[in-house]
């Protein structure tokens, strides 16, 4: 009896030994998540011997993605070989979310769907909806280093194992980042972008509107009037880039606060007033007015106030002297030279700037021989040049020539008449 046992043993081993001895075996691999789902974009590879008229010994597949039902098929061709014993082990490998299978299988003593379950694994399904809870489609989700887009319902899936992960979702503007934690569940979660309906004045330090560049969202239009409305656009704080005339402004529009955002170019350079020179004990002294008068005008820019000056006869070659400046009161400045013959022509330039860079420039002359005389105004803007101030701001070059005859002649004549005594 026991000796038929072991006969019937001997000769089914035989057989088994026979037909891996060169064999073709087909089946299909199944991988499978914790709760036995079909796994779809999983990677399978196997690893089987694969006789010796190939070389090695073993071979291992190209990795494989699974379809949307979990599987790949595989047809397994063992060639044989007289010179050693064939190993009928095919070794199938089933990974996906970081998790990673193992199984073992002898060839044609399977069934034809070998299933990997990756008892592990679990998806994270990431919704990213509006604020009136409708999806976002293209929004980008990233989860540790997987990276994808919403799709057109709203959400993307991927799988991982038990861990804690960083996400960063984003859609135009808006972002958002934080953690999920994955513990032995599915996972659902979702992000809310809201949306603004925005608008945008843009306009210089006197409230009148400007045409300028403006871009948003990497898009640049043209606002002939200075008005820009956008009705759907997505971020609570929205960057955003103006040109105008060479003049280039950033900031951010806090749509989640206000989203009506009135912008300010100060394009308007200081304005000079009346520039009236007087002569005290021999020191002479420029009193400077100057204002920024725009409604929304960044103001006088003090420690940006200079004044220059050089007697005359002068060209371009005759170097320019600094004068002392200093506020007098608001709005009001002074510059005192030191003392200067009494009868000099002295020429001078004035420049002094806004806090946002304008500038202004003044040009004039005064003399030393009259007591007090405005001097002459020649005012200059970078964006905006000044009207020119009325006649009575200037001195005549012809009447200072004039008086300056006139004292000669009456010199010579009280000592013609002294020399006469």
Known sequence: MNFKYMLLLLILSQIVIADCAGYVDEFSVRVLDSKNRPIEGADVWIKFDRGTLFGEQYFTTEIRQTDAAGKVDYQVINQGTNTREIDCTIVINGSAGGGTKKIEVEANSHGPIVDVILDDVY???????????????????????????????????????????????????????????????????????????????VLDDYGDPLPVNLTVLNETVYLPDGHYENEKIFGDYIPYKIGYKGIEKNGEILAIENPRAEIILDIHAPLFGEVVSETINNRTKLNIPISDPGADASGVDVKTLQVQYRLEPADASTPWNTAVVFTTGFNTFAAEFPELAPDSIVQFTIEVKDKEGNKATLGGKFSTLVGTAPPINNTQNQTNPQETPGESQEIPLLYIIVVVFVVIFAIILVKKLKSNE
Do not use: C, W
Not at 127 to 133: E, G
Not at 156 to 176: H, M, P, R, T, W
């Open 123 to 201: 998806p994270v399904k990431f919704y990213v909806r509006d604020h009136l809870n409708a999806p976002i489609e293209n929004a980008s989700v990233t989860i540790g280093d997987k990276s994808g887009k919403t799709n057109e319902y709203g959400y993307v899936k991927y799988l991982f194992v038990e861990g804690s992960y960083d996400y960063l979702s984003s859609y135009e503007i808006a972002k958002q980042a934080g953690t999920i934690v994955i513990e032995g569940e599915d996972v659902e979660f979702a992000v809310i972008f809201p949306h603004y309906h925005i608008y945008v004045d």
